[in-house]
């Protein structure tokens, strides 16, 4: 039973987060649910501008993601390394800024965001971790942040360049 009001209970935040304005006259349970399930394209756009057919609508209140930094560059590390690094950014629109999920190019990079809502003026951070194993030279990868944003999709990314493994090449032998 605890189970299910959970479920029911993830279920109408992430239906209010997808379409807070469609959703703002109904009540949680089976008004969000019978929403959901006759609501239009069009409706969709209407409810939420960061879910569009292509073009973006204008929000001027809708969460602004402002970063310190877009991208970073390691420099040169060993093989086999994990690196790791921090991108700041600060909320600088007029509602709080909620991020649905940061995923990367490949799963040798690893993102953590916050999951709780970031105020607006408020900072928040994304820490960002890459493994070389099985890597070598220059490599750039990029991070995709969901968020109730304009527009709904930020990227940052991470490059270094992998240096030689001097045990690859065995061991040298005189002529």
């Known amino acids: 039973m605890k189970v299910t009001k959970l479920y029911a209970g993830l279920l109408a935040v992430a239906l209010l987060t997808a379409s807070c304005d469609n959703l703002q006259n109904k009540t949680e349970g089976e008004n969000a649910t019978a929403s959901a399930e006759t609501s239009t394209p069009t409706e969709a756009t209407v409810a939420n501008p960061n879910l569009t057919n292509g073009t973006e609508i204008s929000n001027a209140d809708a969460p602004v993601m402002t970063f310190a930094e ?27 800024l909620i991020i649905s999920n940061a995923s990367a190019t490949c799963g040798c ?26 890597k070598s030279g220059q490599v750039s990868k990029t991070i995709t942040i969901q968020a ?16 030689p493994d001097p045990a690859a090449n065995g061991p040298l032998r005189a002529q």
Do not use: R
């Not at 991208?71 to 509602?95: A, L, Q, R, Y």
């Open 70 to 96: 877009m991208e970073h560059d390691f420099g040169d590390i060993k093989p086999g390394s994990v690196v790791k690094h921090t991108f700041t950014f600060k909320n600088t629109g007029k509602s709080p």
């Open 148 to 163: 109730n944003t304009q527009p709904s999709t930020n990227q940052i990314a991470i490059k270094t360049n992998i240096l």
């Open 109 to 134: 990079t690893v993102p953590e965001w916050p999951k709780e809502p970031v105020a607006p003026g408020a900072e928040g951070k994304i820490d960002v971790q890459f493994d070389s194993h099985g």
